[in-house]
């Protein structure tokens, strides 16, 4: 093997960025690094143990799902989250979640079915002890569970191409208490339409749920540009 090779595989074969894509990803998901800021190679190929190589490949990744901009002779950095954003995703994305759900609620076996309560089971558990980032981990499971029992590969490929973003916006949302509780018993109505394979009611459940984020993700952008005003005066 090459020390190229080296640099972008693992012994199985998987690309070794993906790791780093993933790991990355996080970091803009849970606000480690800011939108806006400047993304610092050398110190993220020291974080994830990497030649520049594998870095600059997983930061194309993350540049085509809309998470950071790559700009020549400027390097990449984190974009930033605008209402506009978010209202256009979760318009798409209220779409694809509604019909998910249409066609999982037709398509889900019982094994799958016991996989997402367990998961639902377990994030209520996370819910009761306060302990948010397990709790979103598993929220997220779940709403990309429900994609891949529906069963339908475009669909799927689809969801990909924003489910970044779309988590980025999701974990903002998480962060307020009312709507972390609100959102646990729409879960709860999502599970509940899954077990009844109604597809019509876990359609609009989806939907709405989705409509509800969508609006405490734009009001907390709303806080947050208020108080950046108010700190700079």
């Known amino acids: 093997m090459t020390a190229t090779e080296d640099e972008t595989a693992k012994p199985s074969g998987k690309p070794r960025y993906d790791d780093v894509v993933s790991g990355i990803r996080d970091l803009i998901v849970e606000g480690e690094l800011a939108p806006g800021s400047h993304i610092a190679e050398r110190v993220l190929c020291e974080r994830f143990g990497v030649s520049r190589t594998p870095l600059r490949e997983?930061?194309?990744v993350l540049a085509s799902e809309g998470l950071i901009e790559l700009a020549p002779n400027r390097g990449a950095h984190v974009l930033q989250l605008t209402e506009a954003?978010?209202?256009?995703?979760f318009e798409v994305m209220g779409t694809l979640e509604a019909l998910a759900g249409e066609l999982a609620a037709k398509r889900i076996t019982g094994e799958q079915l016991a996989e997402v309560k367990a998961l639902h089971y377990q994030m209520a558990l996370h819910f009761t002890r306060g302990e948010l980032m397990p709790y979103f981990r598993l929220n997220q499971e779940i709403h990309g569970k429900i994609f891949e029992v529906a069963g339908n590969r475009t669909l799927m490929s689809v969801y990909r191409g924003i489910a970044g973003r779309i988590r980025r916006a999701r974990y903002v949302a998480n962060n307020s208490k009312s709507r972390w509780a609100e959102a646990l018993d729409e879960h709860e109505q999502i599970l509940t339409a899954l077990e009844t394979r109604d597809g019509d009611a876990l359609g609009t459940i989806l939907k709405d749920h989705l409509r509800k984020t969508?609006?405490?993700?734009k009001q907390a952008l709303r806080e947050d540009k208020t108080a950046g005003s108010a700190a700079a005066e």
């Open 58 to 60: 997983a930061l194309k």
């Open 85 to 89: 954003d978010v209202e256009e995703m």
């Open 214 to 217: 969508c609006e405490t993700v």
